[in-house]
């Protein structure tokens, strides 16, 4: 479990987004499209579920690429190349339905983008017509756009400020390409919830069958705590084994939303923590392999 290489790749005020290579040779032989890991980075670490960006077999590693946002994510951005993380379990969770559906809309926003890339891949090998739609607050975090264009028949880039392609959100280009074209077999999305619910809203009255990624708090990752629950079509389902993806028409995003509000306050008090004391990082070294 030893990081193999780490580059930043988009840095902000406020946003910072970090590539990982990994080495975990059992994951990476084992690894499909659409597929996670969860990961602790010490002792001090919560559980971090992340989806496995790409894998090697060859090297034996997998590529995670994780935005700094909580506790847990600033922590592991402690870490530096040659340093091993205290665990690494997966992969978990179902890989995605790859197959022909004909001609595809692919979604994603802000780091969501790095979750689409494995899908865009292996939907366009499947001779798929791929129209992808990447958004992001500004130019700077709208990463992998090149390595996902290699993967599309069209690409269409919306920006919060407008630095890059249209100003707006990736909603708005949806509707812009469903008055031209509805004949989508598939929409896949995935991106913040509020994101995934506009999408599946737009895509509803068109009858264009649509799939959304969820990222759920996780505990165990095996669907023994229940953390992970939510509501599709009035049933619970658990996001770690019957997902990651899900029917965006079925799923209760309210009711998402509300779960992944559960733990602000602890995430607060664990944010002042790390700037205070830096996490205790200096006294606490990570393993080496
Ligand atoms: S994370 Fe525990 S049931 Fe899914």
Redesign the pocket.
């Known amino acids: 479990m030893k990081i193999l290489a780490k580059e930043v790749i988009a840095d902000i005020p406020g946003s910072r987004i970090t590539k990982y290579v990994i080495h975990s040779p059992v994951i990476a032989a084992n690894a499909q499209p659409g597929q996670f890991i969860?990961l602790i980075v010490n002792e001090e670490g919560e559980?971090i579920?992340l989806t496995i960006v790409d894998s090697d077999k060859k090297e034996g590693s997998i590529t995670l690429i994780v935005q700094e946002a909580g506790y847990s994510t600033k922590l592991l951005a402690k870490l530096s190349a040659g340093d091993s993380l205290y665990s690494l379990t997966g992969p978990l969770g179902h890989p995605t339905l790859i197959k022909n559906y004909g001609k595809i809309l692919l979604i994603a926003g802000g780091v969501g983008i790095a979750e689409l890339f494995p899908i865009a891949r292996v939907l366009k090998q499947a001779g798929n017509m791929v129209y992808s739609i990447l958004g992001s607050r500004t130019e700077e975090l709208l990463i992998l756009k090149n390595e996902i264009e290699r993967y599309c028949d069209k690409l269409f880039i919306a920006t919060d400020d407008g630095s890059l392609g249209q100003k707006g959100f990736v909603s708005n280009i949806l509707e812009e390409i469903l008055r031209e074209e509805t004949d989508f077999a598939l929409c896949y999305c995935v991106g913040p919830v509020p994101m995934m619910k506009a999408i599946a809203d737009i895509t509803k009255p068109f009858k264009i069958k649509t799939l959304v990624c969820l990222n759920?708090?996780?505990?165990?990752?095996?669907?023994?705590?229940?953390?992970?629950?939510l509501l599709e079509n009035g049933r619970i389902r658990?996001?770690?084994?019957d997902g990651p993806d899900f029917d965006g028409h079925l799923v209760d995003f309210d009711d998402l939303a509300g779960r992944l509000k559960r733990f602000i306050p602890e995430e607060k008090r664990a944010l002042e923590k790390f700037e205070k004391h830096q996490c205790k990082l200096n006294s606490v070294k990570p393993e080496k392999a």
């Open positions: 969860i559980k579920p759920a708090i996780m505990l165990d990752g095996t669907g023994m705590c229940g953390c992970c629950r658990l996001c770690c084994v």
